[in-house]
Antibody, heavy 115, light 107 residues
Framework: QVQLVESGGGLVKPGGSLRLSCAAS????????MTWIRQAPGKGLEWVSY????????YYADSVKGRFTISRDNAKNSLYLQMNSLRAEDTAVYYC????????WGQGTLVTVSS | DIQMTQSPSSLSASVGDRVTITCQAS??????LNWYQQKPGKAPKLLIYDASNLETGVPSRFSGSGSGTDFTFTISSLQPEDIATFYCQQYGILPYTFGQGTKLEIK
């Protein structure tokens, strides 16, 4: 069965960096776009970034462009989100999801940006 | 960016009621519209894809309709386990965007 497991969240100071990972299993990872979505505490869902199966197509929300980098390692069935220059407003649960249509989601990993 | 205007933002209904949520896109997105259910502390779950297609395993009391800019999500007979927040999301035009959510409560 399809499984997505995020890791790498935690507490980081403003201006700091963090790298999130998403381990995928149960499907042919390289066949699918993968997406990061986030949800600030008590707020709605915000689409963050996606990457094509080959990694050749990438898109970011304006709110993270220039600070976040999405990548993937198809040999390891893993998706990544490198987050630099973190701000308090980046505090959120970060989810990875399969495809552009988000048919499967991980359980999320909490990122807290605070001094 | 495409703005997705979802309404109402909250809704209280009784078990057995028919519940309807609407989502309006600021531009034509064809049928590239999904509906998700999120229960507290859980990840969202896909219910409806391509505006009107029921995801496998999702009860048939859930349905969706619409195309272009106007979309509707319906629960034909509300059940206690349906209590959640529901979101629409367009994936027709980048960046893909979500509605602000509808919190559904039992009256």
């Amino acid at each position: 069965q399809v499984q997505l497991v995020e890791s790498g969240g935690g507490l980081v100071k403003p201006g700091g960096s963090l790298r999130l990972s998403c381990a995928a299993s149960g499907f042919t990872f390289s066949d699918y776009y993968m997406t990061w979505i986030r949800q600030a505490p008590g707020k709605g869902l915000e689409w963050v970034s996606y990457i094509s199966g080959s990694g050749s197509t990438i898109y970011y929300a304006d709110s993270v462009k220039g600070r976040f980098t999405i990548s993937r390692d198809n040999a390891k069935n893993s998706l990544y989100l490198q987050m630099n220059s973190l701000r308090a407003e980046d505090t959120a649960v970060y989810y990875c999801a399969r495809g552009a249509a988000l048919d499967y989601w991980g359980q999320g990993t909490l990122v807290t940006v605070s001094s | 960016d495409i703005q997705m205007t979802q309404s109402p933002s909250s809704l209280s209904a009784s078990v057995g009621d028919r519940v309807t949520i609407t989502c309006q896109a600021s531009q034509d997105i064809s049928n590239y519209l999904n509906w998700y259910q999120q229960k507290p502390g859980k990840a969202p779950k896909l219910l409806i894809y391509d505006a009107s297609n029921l995801e496998t395993g999702v009860p048939s009391r859930f349905s969706g309709s619409g195309s272009g800019t106007d979309f509707t999500f319906t629960i034909s007979s509300l059940q206690p386990e349906d209590i959640a927040t529901f979101y629409c999301q367009q994936y027709g035009i980048l960046p893909y965007t979500f509605g602000q959510g509808t919190k559904l409560e039992i009256k």
